[in-house]
């Protein structure tokens, strides 16, 4: 193989490295991101797996400043790669009316205490998708894991909530094993109509958290 051979596949070699990587996002721990670029199975085949566990929390947020309920569920699945036989999980929020309200952060707890692989999936179901992540610290607790949705003044200017659920977000772990028995925080923000008052509510519920 002629030199400048050589140079062109050293080239595409290096160029598909830094596309791939451009699709993993490692946080440490205490650190955060508002760039999270989202991926696809195609961009990561390492991803590919089977689903082992897949729950359905309800949540049911009471808003008085509304006078209504905000109700839906958090999606909480654990998948096992094919390749690695390590674990994945991913989380995803259906409100079942997503256009009254702005989704503002979901938070897992226990968080890993270490550096983490996040992103989205955007080849999956939902919409929208997260702005943020946090590894640690999140609310004044640390070691949670959190995604914020919305920024947290998106009653007052911010980004109006599409219609639909949130994209499947992603923790990608080197483990073999995870929690069956962690807790799952979903929270909401936002307006009454008219500049009425702004509102908070926010909701525990069980979900999968990353192994020791």
Known sequence: MGVGLKRIVLGAFLSLVSA???????????GYTN???????????????????????????????????????LQSRVVRETASGTIDLYWRIIPDLPASLSLVYLTITPGT?????????????????PLRFINGSAGGMPGDLAWYFQPQTAFNGGPPTPNGSTNF????????????SATAAVGAEGQASGGGPVYFAAQSLPTFAPGP
């Open 169 to 180: 977000v992603l923790l990608h772990t080197a483990g073999h094993t995870y929690h069956p």
């Open 20 to 30: 791939r990587a451009a699709f993993a996002v490692v946080i440490a721990p205490g």
């Open 113 to 129: 205490g270490a550096a983490v692989d996040v992103s989205y999936r955007i080849d999956g179901l939902g919409v929208m998708k």
């Open 35 to 73: 760039a999270l670029p989202g991926t696809t199975l195609a961009a990561r085949p390492e991803l590919k797996g089977t689903v082992i566990e897949d729950r359905l929390a309800p949540f049911s947020l009471a808003v008085p400043a509304l006078g209504k309920t905000i109700t839906g569920k």
